[in-house]
């Protein structure tokens, strides 16, 4: 991962640019089944595989789509050097998402991140969208497209209690 920061001038030039890439990353088995548990959602094409193997598809399991879209947390950490001058980075949500292909369980999995638009608001705080696209590995087709909404909060806002 690059520590690197980057000021708010040089992210500004890269608007319409990929800006990041994650590594690849092994969607198990297990981590599928301990997805299924946090969320309370059991279905068997994801937890049950000679079941999914014999009545879908796929061949086997596969992992939630919400899943897949919560690894972007991670794969935009490793991949998308923060901004100078802010202490945090949250979600602000989507304006887009679509699942494109179904994540078998073993397949490997990387995000592209195109900043696609960066604004300041007068607080400070930095509104950048992402035009994001998980790849899978070996496949044409990806799992997902999505326009992630973020926030970068300055230090004096972070450490401020929720309202």
Do not use: C
């Not at 794969?75 to 699942?99: H, K, Q, S």
């Not at 999505?146 to 806002?157: D, I, K, M, N």
């Amino acid at each position: 991962m690059d520590t690197r920061r980057i000021s708010i001038e040089e992210a500004q030039a890269l608007i319409g640019q990929e800006v990041g890439v994650s590594r690849w990353r092994t969607v198990s088995q297990e981590m599928i089944d301990q997805f299924a548990v946090a969320t309370d959602d059991h279905q068997f094409i994801h937890t049950d595989p000679e079941r999914a193997a014999s009545e879908t598809p796929y061949g086997g399991t596969i992992a939630h789509g919400f899943l897949t879209l919560s690894l972007l947390s991670t794969m935009i950490f490793e991949a998308v050097p923060p901004l100078e001058g802010t202490a945090m980075g949250v979600n602000y949500g989507f304006d887009r998402i679509r699942f494109m292909n179904a994540v078998r369980s073993g397949a490997r999995i990387r995000a592209r991140f195109v900043l696609a638009n960066l604004k300041v608001r007068i607080s400070g705080v930095a509104e950048m969208h992402y035009d994001v696209t998980v790849e899978i590995e070996n496949s044409a087709k990806p799992a997902l497209t999505a326009r992630w909404l973020t926030l970068a909060l300055p230090p004096e806002l972070a450490s401020q209690p929720a309202s």
